[in-house]
């Protein structure tokens, strides 16, 4: 595989019937860009879409980029097509993007498939269900080729008569970081759908980051630059976080009347690792 980006901060999304975007996700500063095979494209398209995708993900890449395939849902006769047409190509995404997970079972099948065709692919779980969200917890510990899981508000919303937004979804929001962090895995937000409302994106992924998140996706190049901001760790923290692992490898001790112990130097380790 191409060396990818050690952050992975904003999550892109495109349709798969638009290559000529799929290079420009690099230049708007986004981590990884996922090419949408679900979602975005229409029934009558999925097969030209889906070769378009597998094609370009078959060519060598720089690794400024994490490419991510979100196929069709794997219960569905297009995400067994884009399974099988995945492992019989020599395409390699990085990641693939599974929707409607609700199931252990489902990440197990589709990771021998890519152990079977060789491939070192890995996977991202997107739980966007009431059944996902009660088995997030299960689902994060399926196999160790999963990277992350992805919170869907959308879908969840729809599937639980909720408004789209933060509070109602609240609680399932805490459950999939909760899941992610037991098994040390990332856990990544949904977009924010109101493209025009800045304001109202970078107070939700501020949200996010004191949560836990630890990325946000995006449907527009515009958002990718306060997301970025917001994931990305001050000179100060920075920092701050190197000077609590000097104290903290002194023992415990304190820091401008803070006590520094081991739980304080955990965080000051993800704050260096989010700042790459």
């Known amino acids: 595989m191409n060396p990818a980006p050690t952050r992975r901060r904003s999550w892109l999304f495109t349709p798969a019937t638009k290559p000529d975007r799929f290079d420009r996700a690099a230049e708007a500063g986004a981590d990884a860009l996922i090419v949408d095979l679900e979602d975005a494209v229409a029934p009558a398209d999925k097969a030209a879409a889906r070769q378009t995708a597998l094609d370009w993900m078959a060519t ?43 199931s252990a079972d489902t990440l197990r099948l589709i990771d021998g498939l890519l152990t079977e065709s060789r491939k070192a692919t890995r996977l991202v779980a ?81 949200a996010a980051v004191r949560m836990g998140f630890t990325a946000k996706a995006a449907i527009h190049p515009r958002q990718i630059a306060p997301i970025n901001e917001a994931l990305t760790p001050t000179p100060e923290q920075v920092a701050e976080a190197r000077l609590i692992l000097e104290e903290n490898a002194k023992g415990v001790g304190v820091i401008a009347g803070r006590m520094i112990d081991e739980a304080v130097a955990r965080k000051a380790r993800r704050v260096l690792a989010a700042a790459g």
């Open 60 to 102: 060598p890449h720089d690794g400024r980029i994490v490419r991510v395939l979100r196929i069709n849902a794997p219960n569905t006769a297009f995400g067994l097509e884009d399974l099988l047409a995945l492992v019989r190509s020599p395409a390699e995404p990085d990641l693939i993007l599974v929707p409607k997970t609700d």
């Open 126 to 206: 997107l739980i966007e269900s009431a059944r996902g969200v009660a088995l997030a917890e299960s689902i994060a510990q399926s196999t160790p080729r999963l990277d992350a899981l992805f919170f869907g508000a959308a879908d969840l919303a729809a599937d639980l008569g909720a408004e789209v937004a933060w509070e109602p979804l609240l609680s399932a929001r805490s459950r999939v970081v909760n899941a992610a962090a037991l098994a040390g895995i990332a856990a990544i937000d949904s977009p924010f759908f109101a493209l025009a409302d800045e304001a109202g994106l970078r107070a939700e992924v501020a």
